[in-house]
Antibody, heavy 128, light 110 residues
């Protein structure tokens, strides 16, 4: 069973860049059976999809965040990362990393469609 | 890309059934067989309980079921138990390798 763990600074200053890393255990990040994703949840609010990455480096971003988001994969460390630039207080949230299953159905691979294993989440506060 | 619409809250008594709706459009919920549901207890990470509209991951009780009609997906919980009290979020593939979540529904077990 996959296990995911977020890590990174819990406090970021406004206008700076938020950086988080997700370490995957119990499986290889280079597996063709998964995409890897980031989701966030502001305090008391709903979940928001940030983006996904495949081990080849192909990335897929939420259009509303695309200009500020970079997701990368490090296969040698079995990790993937999130960078969100020019942060404001509105970016204060619990950030989750998760696996996103990829299946071969009816002659083609499925797109990223469901998060099956989640990390415990990392609270990142944007404040001076 | 707009969030999917869910009722803010639903409630039911132990043993009863409750249904949570998730309304989108033909570009997401109605356009693909890729709706999932996640359960989140306070202070915890979400947990997948339904995927591909109606499939249950291993270990999820069959009291949880999913369905879809047109642009609205539904999660039904039968035989309600106290431990089912949580927030529930729907999620859908929205084309072009993007995804969208619902606003979340708080389930109260009376």
């Amino acid at each position: 069973q996959l296990q995911l763990q977020e890590s990174g600074p819990g406090l970021v200053k406004p206008s700076e860049t938020l950086s988080l890393t997700c370490t995957v255990s119990g499986g290889s990040i280079s597996s063709s059976s998964y995409y890897w994703g980031w989701i966030r949840q502001p305090p008391g609010k709903s979940l928001e999809w940030i983006g996904n990455i495949f081990y080849t480096g192909s990335t897929y971003y939420n259009p509303s965040l695309k200009s500020r988001v970079t997701i990368a994969v490090d296969t040698s460390r079995n990790q993937f990362s999130l960078r969100l630039s020019s942060v404001t207080a509105a970016d204060t949230a619990v950030y989750y990393c998760a696996s996103n299953r990829r299946d071969y159905i009816w002659g083609s691979y499925t797109p990223p469609r469901t998060f099956d294993y989640w990390g415990q989440g990392a609270l990142v506060t944007v404040s001076s | 890309q707009s969030a999917l619409t869910q009722p803010r809250s639903v409630s039911g008594s132990p043993g009863q059934s409750v249904t949570v709706s998730c309304t989108g459009s033909g570009s997401d919920v109605g356009g693909y067989n890729y709706v999932s549901w996640h359960q989140q207890h306070p202070g915890k990470a979400p947990k997948l309980i339904i995927y591909d509209v109606s499939k249950r991951p291993s270990g999820v009780p069959d009291r949880f079921s999913g369905s879809r009609s047109g642009n609205t997906a539904s999660l039904t919980i039968s035989g309600l138990q106290a431990e089912d009290e949580a927030d529930y979020y729907c999620c859908s593939y929205a084309g072009s390798y993007t995804m969208v979540f619902g606003g979340g529904t708080k389930l109260t077990v009376l």
